[in-house]
């Protein structure tokens, strides 16, 4: 069955230093990847997408993925945080009929000034 | 109004009120889901519509009864709630045709049920 992973479920750091998210996929064929950012009380922004081709994607805000398919790993970075970037992460693949998302269970993400 | 709109944004019931949740996207999608959030677990998707019909239904209870009367608009009508149905009900949409499995959020109603 498809599943996703994200292993933290929460991280700390400080504003200015450097992000990476880890996310794992289950899924047998080639995936769609997501990555959306939920701030306190709203719904879901899509920050980038993996359908095929080039595996580092640009997202906005600042966000990169890449897509390794060897490690099953379609894990979000950025360079320099945001104390604007505190929020919850989840990544998701795309899997089965009638477009269904599976989610991870997310990663809260906390800057620190 | 642009993308995804739902409302009310925060509703308290009782356990034997009746109400009902709206979205509205405007989009131009073809496809409509509600999903459920609760703490500490991960996202339940609930129903999916395509082109007004439903082809995904979780394992749902009954008390929860969804209608699309057309692509644009989704409703969520509860009744007879519990208080583990206490949540953040979120509604998405989606047009495969402009990236598969693509799917935008509403800002969710947070249901409160006492």
């Known amino acids: 069955a498809q599943s996703v992973t994200q292993p933290d479920i929460h991280i700390t750091v400080s504003e200015g230093a450097s992000l990476e998210l880890r996310c794992n996929y289950s899924?047998?064929?080639?995936?769609?990847l997501f990555w959306y950012v939920q701030s306190p009380g709203q719904g879901l922004q899509l920050l980038l997408k993996?359908?095929?081709?080039?595996?580092l994607v640009q997202g906005i805000k600042g966000f990169e993925a890449e897509f390794k398919r060897s490690q099953s790993s379609f894990n979000l970075r950025k360079p320099s945080v945001h104390w604007s970037d505190a929020a919850e992460y989840f990544c998701?693949?795309?899997?089965?009929?009638?477009?269904?998302?599976?989610f991870g269970a997310g990663t809260r993400l906390a800057v620190h000034p | 109004e642009t993308g995804v709109t739902q409302t009310p944004r925060h509703l308290v019931m009782g356990m034997t009120n009746k109400k009902s949740l709206k979205c509205e996207q405007h989009?131009?999608?073809?496809?409509m889901y509600w999903y459920k959030q609760s703490a500490k677990k991960p996202l339940e998707l609930m129903f999916v519509?395509?082109?007004?019909?439903?082809?995904e239904n979780n394992s749902v209870p009954s008390r929860f009864s969804p209608e699309c009367p057309n692509s644009s608009h989704l409703f969520l009508h509860l009744h007879t709630l519990q208080p583990e149905d206490s949540a953040l009900y979120l509604c998405?949409?989606?047009?495969?045709?402009?990236?598969?499995?693509?799917?935008?959020f509403g800002p969710g109603t947070r249901l409160t049920v006492t």
């Open positions: 993996y359908f095929s081709g080039d595996t």
């Open positions: 519509y395509n082109f007004k019909e439903q082809t």
């Open positions: 989009l131009g999608h073809n496809a």
């Open positions: 998405a949409s989606s047009q495969e045709q402009q990236g598969p499995y693509e799917q935008y």
């Open positions: 998701a693949v795309g899997a089965g009929g009638y477009n269904k998302l599976i």
């Open positions: 899924y047998g064929a080639t995936p769609y």
